[in-house]
């Protein structure tokens, strides 16, 4: 999935900065700013126990949903039925006065947003009502709940008329909205260990888990995550929120890390409860916080490493100048 700031252009160079700079092996990885999954999943792929955490509940369902399995779900209490095929056969919602998605994002005679053709948005809320109709009536085991909720997520953003989030809609039909919505199996990786998702504070978590190595990529800018993914967030929740303005925004709360006046005590204060022996911060050299100040926090912890690496900004569809941006990975050895 496309997700603002997502690490899958960095990989191997975040796994190289861990590798030229600990000489003994970690075990537990703690994610603790989530996102789309991805850092998760390549570390539980390399024979790691990731432990993951996101204040959005869209990126928690995503990790819950993916990272916790250690194999496909089985859906035994549904019997011989087809899981996605069935799913994938829905049309109408099951309660459709309660049919939040279609009613309020895609166009009908008391709403003009465009995210969503109506066929598709009937179909998110289909699907989405049975997934929870099958766990309220214990027909899934929690993880196949969240497994089925992050399929779900992971396949609309691919009938979605948008030009890369969800802070607006685009004016015309795009022509992938024309296609029908299809959810898939997700690939689920084996792992000899059971990895951990929470849908917590980063402090909070850091107060409950320790670490080997902490993984920490909090927003760079005042760019808050859930107003670029609230309908990812409401189709995870379907809570029927209070949604307001153009775009159908649901309220959410802010992040210290996206202010100028308090990313640097937001910092202050999650590395103040941090119990890691080693840390690897991802931010970038045009973030809310010079790289002299990130240095100011950090060093009062440990020993730190910076490298830079040149990054491709965000694509949308807007053309953007690519100029100096730099990725940074800082790596904190808290013992040395």
Same mark, same amino acid.
């Given at each position: ?30 994610d603790l700013f989530s996102g789309s999954g991805v ?92 997934? @929870? +109709?099958?766990?309220? #009536? !214990? /027909?899934? &085991? ?6 089925? =909720? %992050? ?44 990895? @951990? +998702?929470?849908?917590? #504070? !980063? /402090?909070? &978590? ?6 080997? =190595? %902490? ?15 609230h309908i990812l967030e409401t189709i995870a929740r ?6 307001k303005g153009v775009t159908g925004m649901r309220n ?13 005590? !937001? ?70």
């Amino acid at each position: 999935m496309r997700f603002i700031g997502g690490k899958s252009l960095m990989l191997g160079q975040i796994e190289q900065v861990i590798q030229d700079n600990i000489n003994e092996e970690i075990t537990v990885i703690g994610d603790l700013f989530s996102g789309s999954g991805v850092v998760a999943q390549y570390f539980k792929k390399r024979g790691k126990k990731v432990i993951c955490n996101d204040m959005m509940y869209m990126s928690y369902v995503l990790v819950r949903g993916m990272t916790e399995l250690n194999s496909m779900p089985t859906f035994d209490s549904l019997g011989d039925l087809n899981v996605f095929e069935y799913l994938n056969s829905l049309t109408e919602p099951l309660n459709p006065t309660n049919a939040f998605i279609s009613l309020n994002y895609a166009p009908n005679k008391n709403c003009d947003r465009m995210y969503f053709q109506p066929e598709n948005a009937k179909k998110i809320d289909a699907i989405r009502q049975q997934i @929870e +109709s099958w766990y309220t #009536d !214990a /027909k899934l &085991l929690e993880s196949e709940y969240f497994y089925l =909720l %992050a399929c779900l997520i992971s396949a609309v953003p691919y009938v979605a008329n948008i030009a890369g989030v969800y802070a607006a809609y685009l004016k015309h039909w795009d022509k992938r909205t024309y296609n029908k919505l299809n959810i898939v199996p997700l690939d689920v990786i084996h792992s000899e260990f059971n990895c @951990e +998702s929470y849908n917590l #504070d !980063a /402090k909070k &978590l850091c107060e409950l888990k320790s670490f080997d =190595l %902490a993984y920490i990529d909090t927003p760079y800018n005042q760019r808050e995550y859930i107003p670029n993914y609230h309908i990812l967030e409401t189709i995870a929740r379907y809570d029927a929120p209070d949604i307001k303005g153009v775009t159908g925004m649901r309220n959410y709360e802010r992040s210290g890390f996206c202010s100028k006046a308090t990313a640097k005590n !937001a910092f202050m204060d999650l590395f103040s409860t941090l119990r890691a022996k080693y840390a690897v911060v991802s931010y970038s050299n045009e973030g809310l916080l010079s790289t002299e100040e990130m240095l100011s926090v950090f060093e009062q912890f440990g020993t730190v490493k910076i490298f830079e690496f040149p990054y491709r900004r965000y694509k949308s569809k807007l053309p953007r100048n690519e100029g100096g941006l730099k990725e940074q990975l800082y790596f904190i050895d808290f013992g040395a």
